[in-house]
């Protein structure tokens, strides 16, 4: 594994692998508490400020306001000294999409959120990664009663068979360990699925 | 002992008052960092415990130094020193052009995921 690419004076740590995973789905569907939960360190929030030169708001009427900002979340688990994993809460209005486009370059995978009182909240990410061909898993999160299985969700998303489609709890870090487990095996899958057919 | 008048409670004090500085005022207007854009979690690491004064770096240009000793990721950066993402890459700019930081961008942008490591990375989250 080339994951050391500095041993530099000693005294100082090694430059870690980071590997992203993207935590999306619509709003409120536990974006932020999954990231919370199994996080090593407190979830933090950083900001990314557009200028009005990206486009990104119609500013008619507020011709004076050049700035936006979004808010996205991001958590880290070290796996070992030298591999960290980065989750990254996506942010959750339509208009900040073109974000999403530098948040899944060289990410490792998504997770979508799905919550089956709202699901088609969830639609808009599916599509995203569907498209960009981002492996991705869906976990419903189960608030107070569960509506419907894992088969269901599957069906009425229409998603491929091969997707996994799982039932947890975002407030729960085993839970949201399980599904991350979940996500990284299919990956790997994929991966060997492909060296297979080549 | 009565209040002293010119302490009175006040609604927005510091941190709650917001920004007084706008974010692109730190990069004079910059909103692309010198010598061409670099992941979020690429790695950063200061060359020097220190950055010396200069006249071309402000004080946001020395909290970055100081805090990236260890290696530490543009987006971590950018939330412990509070500055959005897009600040904190020009200054990186500035820093790596002055010679004062390395970066280290991530291996796997464009390639597949070796199964090694994904392998190890399942183990991980196991034994969490």
Not at chain 1, 85 to 102: A, H, I, N, S, V
Not at chain 1, 157 to 167: A, S
Request: aromatic share 6%; proline share 7%.
């Amino acid at each position: 594994m080339d994951s050391v690419r500095s041993d530099r004076d000693g005294a100082r740590s090694r430059i870690p692998v980071a590997l992203k995973i993207l935590i999306a789905g619509g709003f409120g569907a536990g974006k932020t508490t999954m990231v919370g939960s199994v996080s090593e360190i407190r979830p933090l929030q950083t900001e990314e400020v557009l200028t009005g030169a990206e486009g990104a708001d119609d500013t008619s009427g507020v011709e004076g306001k050049r700035t936006t900002t979004v808010t996205m979340d991001f958590g880290r688990i070290t796996i070992t000294e030298d591999l960290q994993l980065y989750l990254f809460g996506t942010p959750g209005q339509d208009r900040f999409w073109f974000l999403w486009d530098e948040l899944s370059q060289g990410a490792l995978g998504a997770v979508v959120l799905a919550d089956t009182r709202r699901l088609a909240d969830c639609f808009p990410s599916i599509d995203y990664f569907e498209q960009r061909g981002t492996p991705f898993v869906v976990a419903v999160n189960c608030f107070d009663d569960r509506r419907f299985g894992a088969d269901a969700v599957s069906r009425a998303l229409d998603l491929d068979p091969d997707v996994p489609v799982v039932e947890f709890d975002a407030r729960e870090p085993v839970a949201a360990r399980n599904v991350l487990i979940e996500l990284v095996e299919y990956v790997a899958r994929r991966q060997l699925a492909a060296a297979g057919a080549r | 002992m009565p209040a002293d008048p010119r302490r009175a409670p006040h609604d927005w004090l510091d941190h709650d008052a917001g920004p007084v500085v706008r974010p692109y005022a730190m990069t004079q207007g910059r909103v692309a960092p010198a010598g061409g854009e670099f992941d979020l979690v690429a790695f950063v690491v200061a060359t020097v415990p220190d950055a010396p004064p200069s006249p071309s770096l402000q004080p946001e240009h020395h909290a970055i130094v100081g805090a990236a000793w260890e290696p530490t990721s543009v987006v971590e950066l950018a939330s412990k020193l509070d500055l959005s993402i897009g600040v904190v890459r020009v200054l990186l700019g500035d820093l790596r052009s002055a010679g004062l930081i390395s970066l280290y961008e991530p291996p796997a942008a464009s390639q597949p995921h070796d199964v090694d490591v994904l392998k190890a990375v399942v183990n991980g989250l196991r034994a969490l």
